[in-house]
């Protein structure tokens, strides 16, 4: 069974920094992160390859870095610059069969863990 643990969320100030964890049991080749607001849809934010590539969405604009320790079975993002509309809850995801073509795409991912909350306020 695979399991997604999230965590590392929290409230912050706008331009403060986060590093959010999921912790995973099984290694697939491409993961991602998402976010979903309230009244919004699930978005991804950032795709992270085992071999250590990343893939972003265009909102990042550079202040977000997805990372994987395949040791410990852990990848990370790394949100600096955090603005009130990066509020979300964050969600890790696993096994995509649109790796190559849409990483970011949610309805590829066969696997997500619970969230994690993250509130920016201005």
């Known amino acids: 069974q695979v399991q997604l643990l999230e965590s590392g969320g929290g409230s912050v100030q706008a331009g403060r920094s986060l590093r959010l964890s999921c912790e995973y049991n099984?290694?697939?080749?491409?993961m991602g992160w998402f976010r979903q607001a309230p009244g919004k849809e699930r978005e991804g934010v950032a795709a992270?390859?085992?071999?250590?590539?990343?893939f972003y969405a265009d909102f990042v604009e550079g202040r977000f870095t997805g990372s994987r320790d395949n040791a410990k079975k852990t990848m990370y993002l790394e949100m600096n610059h955090l603005k009130p509309e990066d509020t979300a809850m964050y969600y890790c995801?696993?096994?995509?069969?649109?790796?190559?073509?849409?990483?970011?795409?949610?309805?590829?991912?066969?696997?997500w863990g619970r969230g994690t909350q993250v509130t920016v306020s201005s």
């Open positions: 995801a696993s096994e995509t069969t649109l790796w190559r073509t849409a990483p970011l795409e949610r309805s590829g991912y066969a696997y």
């Open positions: 099984v290694d697939y080749y491409c």
């Open positions: 992270v390859y085992r071999d250590g590539a990343t």
